[in-house]
């Protein structure tokens, strides 16, 4: 059986949205990004995105309780009852308690975290050619770094917090987009 609750864990520009993207089309369940529905509170001005944008450009994270009220709405649509992919969720310790209670309401229980591992060099290399190609505000080097110093220190603990649950697998994510993708379903079995 594939797993069909799942979070995919990393640091910025490890492939995440892009595995992501393409999984959630092919098991037909949505991909719940909070970065992508950030940028379009902030495209669209609406309160949330007034809040945000200020932490998105200088590359920290937008407060827990602004980002969880995000997360749980989407959860409950009603195309997140067959399955989902969160995407850039949870980030803290606070978010991922969050998550835990959020799931235990729908009466749900997260299958797979996919940790995915890329070297800083790599990322950085990465991330300078998606600023190019995409136009993110985010992602000039200052921000880039300070994105990696954010992810160190506040989201990579998390892969404990999901090991200890026993749905930790991690995985290599240098490669191609296939090579990735081959490794994620069948760490999804
Ligand atoms: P991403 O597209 O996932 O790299 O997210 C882009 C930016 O949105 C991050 O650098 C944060 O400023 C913000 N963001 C996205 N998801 C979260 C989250 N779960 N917690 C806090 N901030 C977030």
């Known amino acids: 059986m594939t797993a069909r609750r799942m979070l995919l864990l990393g640091p910025p520009g490890a492939g ?43 590359g920290e994270l937008v407060p827990d309780a602004v980002v969880i009220g995000v997360a749980e709405e989407r959860l409950s649509q009603p195309d997140a009852r067959r399955g989902f992919i969160l995407d850039g969720f949870p980030r803290t310790a606070a978010q991922a308690s969050a998550l835990d209670a959020m799931l235990e309401k729908l009466g749900v229980s997260l299958e797979r975290c996919i940790a995915i591992h890329v070297d800083a060099d790599q990322l950085v290399q990465r991330l300078l050619k998606r600023a190019a190609i995409e136009g993110r505000t985010d992602d000039n080097e200052e921000t880039i770094r300070n994105r ?42």
């Open 16 to 58: 995440k949205g892009t595995q992501a993207e393409r999984l959630g089309k092919s098991l037909g369940i949505p991909q719940i990004s909070t970065g992508d529905m950030l940028r379009a509170a902030v495209q669209a001005g609406t309160p949330i995105g007034r809040q945000a944008q200020a932490f998105m450009d200088r």
């Open 148 to 189: 990696m110093r954010v992810y160190r220190e506040q989201t990579q603990p998390l892969v404990d917090h999901y090991r200890a649950r026993g749905v930790l697998r991690e995985l290599d994510g240098v490669g191609t987009v296939d090579e990735v993708a081959a490794r994620i379903e069948a760490a999804l079995a």
